[in-house]
């Protein structure tokens, strides 16, 4: 299976790092469309080089193997973390998504699978605390109780929960 996804970077203002800008005069090259390009906020010019161009990106596993990202191979893992959890319809996709792009978006053609395993850590801590948990336990393969104590007693430190209580799926 191959992702053809277009790879595009963000245009930053040379000189406030401003994101938005507009194009103001725009030429094809040969390897892609030269643009000049004034800041919104500064009103600065400057000239960006942009290319479209189909990336397959890899994950880098543990014991160094190679193999394409797979979005659904992640939607996966998180449905799994998610199960029976009182989550909206669609916000776990919704994540996937924001990760898939969070990692094109970082222009690299391999990424270890560490980051992406971080990536939804982070997400999953924001969306749900038993969802964030059971992946935590799986992925950080938890193997001393300690750890695993840490890692809620910090949660529940951070966000007050809101059903009161916070129930482990996880057994010792
Ligand atoms: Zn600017």
Redesign the pocket.
């Known amino acids: 299976m191959s992702h053809n996804l277009v790879w595009y970077y963000v245009m930053k203002?040379?000189?406030?790092?401003?994101e938005e800008?507009k194009v103001v005069d725009s030429r094809d090259t040969d390897s892609g469309v030269r643009r000049r390009r004034e800041?919104?906020?500064?009103?600065?010019r400057?000239t960006t080089y942009e290319r479209l161009q189909p990336v397959t990106l890899f994950v880098v596993k543990k014991d160094q193997r190679r193999e394409e990202f797979n979005k659904d191979k992640l939607l996966t893992g998180m449905r799994k973390a998610c199960e029976k959890r009182p989550l909206p319809t669609g916000a776990v996709e919704k994540v996937a998504e924001d990760i898939e792009t969070e990692l094109y978006a970082l222009g690299k053609p391999e990424v270890p699978s560490s980051v992406i395993g971080d990536m939804v850590m982070a997400q999953l801590r924001k969306l749900d605390s038993v969802a964030y948990i059971r992946f935590a336990s799986v992925y950080r393969d938890f193997t001393d109780i300690t750890d695993l104590k840490q890692e809620v007693e910090s949660l529940l430190a951070n966000q007050p929960p809101s059903d009161g209580q916070l129930t482990l799926p996880i057994k010792p």
């Open positions: 203002c040379p000189f406030c790092s401003c800008s800041c919104l906020k500064c009103a600065n400057f």
